[in-house]
């Protein structure tokens, strides 16, 4: 038997309008991650959630700080899931990560979150995800701007597949 987790990468404050670095089209990409949420709890698919800390000085994600925090609306629909912290791009990179899918006997992952060419993409083509079917849900991911989130699916699309939430927590 299969098990899938969603995996939320920096679903944070400094992402939104008043944060540090406001990303493009996050209204929609905010009630498309808490929409993979609820589809996840309703198939008992395990979710994650990531969050970044700035490694050294940085104009956002400092430490301490509101922006660094997640969205309140994530962690309203996802009170008791675990938070991997990271400081580099792919969220297995110097994290528990695998051994936190590893105890939930995970197999398969759905991906998204934020910045698409960034830290979702990363994660999703690390060597350390091999082992697990990846796919991405396209429209609860976003980045800087439209077409840059465009190019970065596009350049990932052999190493990984992309579903929609109505098919992302189907039991295979």
């Given at each position: 038997?299969?098990?899938?987790?969603?995996?939320?990468?920096?679903?944070?404050?400094?992402?939104?309008?008043?944060?540090?670095?406001?990303?493009?089209?996050?209204d929609n990409t905010l009630k498309e991650?808490?929409?993979?949420?609820?589809?996840?709890?309703?198939?008992?698919?395990?979710?994650?959630?990531?969050?970044?800390?700035?490694?050294?000085?940085?104009?956002?994600?400092?430490?301490?700080t509101e922006g660094v925090k997640l969205?309140?609306?994530?962690?309203?629909?996802?009170?008791?899931?675990?938070?991997?912290?990271?400081?580099?791009?792919?969220?297995?990179?110097?994290?528990?990560?695998?051994?936190?899918l590893e105890e939930l006997a995970v197999?398969?992952?759905?991906?998204?979150?934020?910045?698409?060419?960034?830290?979702?993409?990363?994660?999703?083509?690390?060597?350390?995800?091999?082992?697990?079917?990846?796919?991405?849900?396209?429209?609860?991911?976003?980045?800087?701007?439209?077409?840059?989130?465009?190019?970065?699916?596009?350049?990932?699309?052999?190493?990984?597949?992309?579903?929609?939430?109505?098919?992302?927590?189907?039991?295979?």
């Amino acid at each position: 038997m299969s098990r899938t987790a969603l995996l939320v990468i920096d679903p944070q404050n400094d992402y939104f309008d008043k944060g540090n670095f406001p990303l493009w089209n996050t209204d929609n990409t905010l009630k498309e991650i808490l929409n993979a949420i609820n589809a996840a709890k309703e198939q008992n698919a395990a979710i994650v959630l990531v969050q970044h800390l700035a490694a050294g000085e940085s104009p956002f994600f400092v430490e301490g700080t509101e922006g660094v925090k997640l969205h309140q609306a994530i962690l309203d629909a996802a009170p008791d899931a675990p938070v991997i912290i990271k400081k580099h791009a792919d969220a297995f990179q110097e994290t528990n990560l695998t051994q936190v899918l590893e105890e939930l006997a995970v197999d398969r992952l759905v991906i998204c979150g934020m910045m698409t060419q960034n830290c979702v993409t990363h994660t999703a083509i690390s060597d350390a995800a091999d082992p697990y079917q990846v796919s991405i849900l396209p429209d609860a991911c976003t980045t800087r701007e439209q077409l840059l989130h465009l190019i970065a699916l596009e350049a990932i699309k052999t190493k990984v597949t992309y579903t929609e939430i109505k098919y992302a927590f189907e039991r295979v």
